[in-house]
C-alpha cells in the first residue's frame, strides 16, 4: 500500500477577463451586479472587483477579443436572479430547470464574458 504526501491547500482561482475599458467594466460590475471596485492600476490597464469571495480582474484588450466563460455557483439562485434582473443585468437566457438537472440563469457583461449561474 503507498501512502501519499497530502495536497498543499491553495487559494480560489481569480479569473482574469478581457475587456475594452478597465474603468467602465468596474463601474458596470458595481452598478448592476453587485461588485465592490477593488483596485486599479495607475494606467487604468488592469483592476478588480469583488463580492464577498469572489474576485475579478480585467485586463484591457484590443477589441474584437475572445470572451471569457465562467460558471458561478448560488446558493440560492432565484434570489440571484431576481437581483440581478431588477438591476438591469444583461440576461441572455432566463432561469429555468435545463434538462441535466442544473437551475440556471446566464448573463453577458457589457463586453461579452459570459457566467452561468446556477444551483443544482
Known sequence: MSTKEPLSTIGQAVPELPVADVERAQQYYRDTLGFEI????????????????????????????????????????????????????????????????????TVDDSDGNRFYFHHD
Open 38 to 105: 477593488a483596485w486599479l492600476y495607475p494606467d487604468k490597464g488592469i483592476g478588480a472587483v469583488s463580492r464577498g469571495k469572489a474576485v475579478i480582474f480585467f485586463r484591457r484588450r484590443e477589441p474584437p477579443f475572445e470572451p471569457a466563460v465562467h460558471w458561478v455557483f448560488a446558493e440560492d439562485v432565484d434570489a440571484t436572479y431576481n437581483e440581478l434582473k431588477a438591476s438591469g443585468a444583461n440576461i441572455v437566457d432566463p432561469l429555468e430547470t435545463k434538462p441535466w438537472g442544473l437551475r440556471q440563469f
